[in-house]
């Protein structure tokens, strides 16, 4: 089965600087997907970022880059120009690229919170 | 729409009560999921719906009874709940079970508090 573990239970960033999110999973399949996904105080689940496993270029959208390292099995969030938005609890999630992929294996969360 | 509703925002019940969560989602997605989420804690899957059947129960007790009564909804039925079920309910949907991205688009969520 595959684990997904987040070892940072809260993390802390001043307005307008740059924070790194960890992630690590263990999976022995070649074929799968990590996601990032942000959880603010309202709730609503939001997916902040992807990447696909056979894909070696690292996924960015607008502030938000991973560094996806298969190798070392380490799917890392980074969120630059952090903004008082950027507060919420984030998920890194795995799922399985083969058959019915529905499962989302969710690490712990990691409650960032934006210092003005 | 990429937008998944849900109602009510909250909910107050007892435990001999039965009501009924709503989710609804008009994207055209033929997977449709329900998670319960402890306060700081991870979701957790309850139940998936593909083409309005049932293809998953992750060993869900018999007291919550999920319905799929067309492709846009689903509800989610509660009867004798216990205290310790009071948590966060959300609601999620997708294009269907496979394909390469299948990504899950969530719902706000219903907070639910058993007394």
New interface residues.
């Given amino acids: 089965a595959q684990t997904v573990t987040q070892s940072q239970p809260e993390m802390s960033v001043q307005e307008a600087e740059t924070v790194t999110l960890s992630c690590t999973y263990d999976t022995s399949e070649s074929d799968y997907y990590l996601f990032w996904y942000k959880q603010p105080p309202s709730r609503q689940m939001i997916l902040v970022i992807r990447q696909e496993a056979y894909k070696q270029q690292n996924a960015t959208e607008n502030r938000f880059s991973v560094n996806f390292q298969k190798a070392a099995k380490s799917f890392s969030l980074k969120i630059s120009d952090s903004q008082l938005g950027d507060a919420a609890m984030y998920f890194c999630a795995y799922r399985s690229g083969g058959g019915s992929n529905y499962k989302l294996t969710f690490g712990k969360g990691t409650l960032l919170t934006v210092n003005p | 729409d990429t937008e998944v509703t849900q109602t009510p925002k909250h909910l107050v019940m007892g435990m001999t009560n039965k009501k009924s969560l709503k989710c609804e989602q008009h994207m055209g997605h033929r997977?449709m999921?329900w998670y319960k989420q402890k306060a700081?804690?991870?979701?957790e899957?309850m139940f998936?719906y593909?083409y309005e059947k049932l293809?998953?129960n992750e060993s869900v007790p018999s007291r919550f009874s999920p319905e799929c009564p067309n492709s846009s909804l689903l509800n989610l039925h509660l009867h004798a709940l216990q205290p310790e079920d009071s948590a966060?309910y959300?609601c999620?949907s997708?294009q269907d079970?496979?394909?390469?991205?299948?990504?899950?688009?969530?719902?706000?969520?219903t907070?639910l508090t058993v007394l």
């Fill in positions: 997977a999921y700081k804690k991870p979701p899957l998936v593909s293809s998953i966060l959300l999620a997708s079970l496979r394909g390469a991205w299948n990504e899950q688009f969530f719902g706000p969520g907070r």
